[in-house]
């Protein structure tokens, strides 16, 4: 379970994946004969073999967003990085560049937001990350347009079982942690959060 919370725990967010990927080097290199990362940033491993080939492939990275903008207040301006929805962000905290400086989502306060757009989903465009800044020289010392955003969430164990993981509003089965970490005639199960693709050549998936 502690290497699943670290990789779970590991920030990823799309075109931003160093941490993950490096864990995930870290974990797997004494396990496979060659590992490299392409020009993308897929971490590409291989474990030899003969006949018949097996690839595994599964994606590292998670959803989050990009700072786009500081405004003269001090709020940054942001877009989502994935399929977010925005109907969850107002309220959500996120860690904000590789400082980890804490934002919460904000929006107008319902008085200042016509009675007819009231029950209306607000647009990203008109959301915004408050991190305290009263100017935008203020906020310029602790973050910068291109920063992205995690959510600020914790690795929670729901039950005793495997099974159910809670981390960043997500709920996973531990059938979807599925890259291959393999021991002699041992086999465990995890899912990292660009991609790896492990290549294995006569492989006993049996076990699994």
Known sequence: MDLLKRLIMADGV??????????????????????????????????????PTVLLAAHMDEVGLM???IEKEGRLKIRRVGGIDSRILVGQVFRIGSSGLRGVVGTLPPHLVPRADRDKVTPIEDLYLDIGAS??????????VGDYAVFDTAYERMNESVRDVLRRAFL????KYKTLFSGENNYEWYRPSDDVLVHLDAVDLEAA
Do not use: P, Q, W
């Open 135 to 144: 100017s935008r020289e203020e906020a310029e010392r602790s973050v910068a």
């Open 172 to 175: 996973f089965g531990s059938d």
């Open 14 to 51: 799309s075109g931003n994946e160093n941490e993950v990927r490096a864990l995930i080097h870290k974990e797997i290199k004494a396990h496979v004969d060659h590992a490299e990362v392409d020009k993308m940033g897929n971490l590409i491993c291989h474990r030899k073999g003969s006949k």
């Open 67 to 69: 700072v786009t903008a």
